[in-house]
């Protein structure tokens, strides 16, 4: 596509449930990245794949936070177990290797109800 | 490690008046260094970015910003304000070291007000 994808644009859940949201990269791009962005508060790093290199987990907030990415391409941000602190918006970016700028999808905005 | 300080949470202007968004950076390596712009309800959009050619960056809709190694600040500007550049502005890092090969640090975001 011509810029990243993410879905659900929304989703609404009940505490306690597990939630999948998808990023679709742009095409060719290696780098990916998750990020997280709570009311009011800027933008906190979940995680980052480079290529074939080990994921940087670094920025998940606990174990129920998991992600992957499929054939270099689509990336899957899982959350289990969903508690109230995890609404949010759920921003995904992807990059050529290099040092070019990161493009953002609209994001997925989760509440946990 | 890398890191991004935007001085200013909220920053509010009269239309037509000078912008001033601060960033400055820690790097302990030359930094690629990025504007970019979130709208409500939308995600981010790069303003402008900085790679190691001229230190003064024009970017989109009139912004501009200086990267000034001494200071290790990338401020951004723009001459005159418009309603329209009422957003969040995010300054974000990017370097080349070991394990965060290419990973993003993102300052904590300055809320733009403009007053008509």
């Known amino acids: 596509g011509a810029g990243v994808s993410q879905s659900p644009s929304n989703k609404v859940t009940e505490k306690g449930k597990d939630v999948e949201l998808r990023c679709d990269p742009i095409s060719g791009h290696t780098a990916l990245y998750w990020y997280r962005q709570s009311l009011g508060q800027g933008l906190e790093f979940l995680i980052y794949f480079q290529g074939n290199s080990a994921p940087d987990k670094s920025g998940l907030p606990s174990d129920r936070f998991s992600a992957e990415r499929t054939g270099g391409s689509v990336s899957t941000l899982t959350i289990q177990r969903t508690q109230q602190e995890d609404s949010a918006v759920y921003l995904c970016?992807?990059?050529?290797?290099?040092?070019?700028?990161?493009?953002f999808g609209q994001g997925t905005r989760l509440t946990v109800v | 490690a890398q890191s991004v300080t935007q001085l200013g949470s909220h920053v509010s202007v009269s239309e037509g008046a000078l912008v001033l968004l601060r960033c400055n950076y820690s790097s302990s390596v030359p930094p690629y260094l990025f504007w970019y712009v979130q709208y409500p309800n939308q995600g981010l959009q790069l303003l402008l970015k900085?790679?190691?050619?001229?230190?003064l960056v024009k970017g989109i809709n009139g912004f501009e910003a200086e990267f000034k190694k001494s200071e290790t600040s990338f401020h951004l500007t723009k001459p005159s304000a418009h309603m329209s550049d009422a957003a969040e502005y995010f300054c974000?890092?990017?370097?080349?070291?070991?394990?965060?090969?290419?990973?993003?640090?993102f300052g904590r975001g300055t809320q733009l007000t403009v007053w008509p």
């Open positions: 900085y790679t190691s050619a001229a230190t």
């Open positions: 970016a992807s990059s050529w290797t290099g040092y070019t700028e990161a493009f």
């Open positions: 974000a890092v990017r370097v080349d070291r070991g394990s965060t090969l290419g990973r993003l640090y």
